[in-house]
């Protein structure tokens, strides 16, 4: 349902754009998020956005280096990811659910992406 793809490594301050494909649902209709896991850690939240595109969150960590977009003609979702920091790494999930509350707690979601692995080291 949901195709993850884009992870990589990468150098410190560099860039990479994450892409969710989606399929067997109606895209439009849904929250898409992206959510990540580093060894260790519970997973987080990083980013979210309303089916329209006109409501968008980041977390702390993202405010100002990542973007989330999508495109609904596509049913893909992306997540632009620039000033990478070592402490990014983890693996990147995609998420799509109904509810803007369970996007951005990332609970009772309603469909994942399997992970994209993103390592930045120098």
């Known amino acids: 349902q949901l195709q993850a793809s884009g992870g990589g490594t990468v150098q410190p301050g560099g860039s990479l754009r994450l892409s969710c494909a989606v399929s067997g649902a109606t895209f439009s209709s849904y929250w898409m998020g992206w959510f990540r896991q580093a060894p260790g850690k519970e997973r987080e939240f990083v980013a979210r956005i309303s089916w329209s595109g006109g409501s968008i969150y980041y977390a702390d960590s993202a405010k100002g280096r990542f973007t989330i977009s999508r495109d609904n003609a596509k049913n893909t979702v992306y997540l632009q990811m620039n000033s990478l920091k070592p402490e990014d790494t983890a693996a990147y999930y995609c998420?799509?659910?109904?509810?803007?509350?369970?996007?951005?707690?990332?609970?009772?979601?309603?469909?994942w992406g399997q992970g994209t692995q993103v390592t930045v080291s120098s």
């Open positions: 998420a799509a659910d109904r509810s803007v509350v369970d996007i951005s707690s990332g609970t009772r979601i309603d469909y």
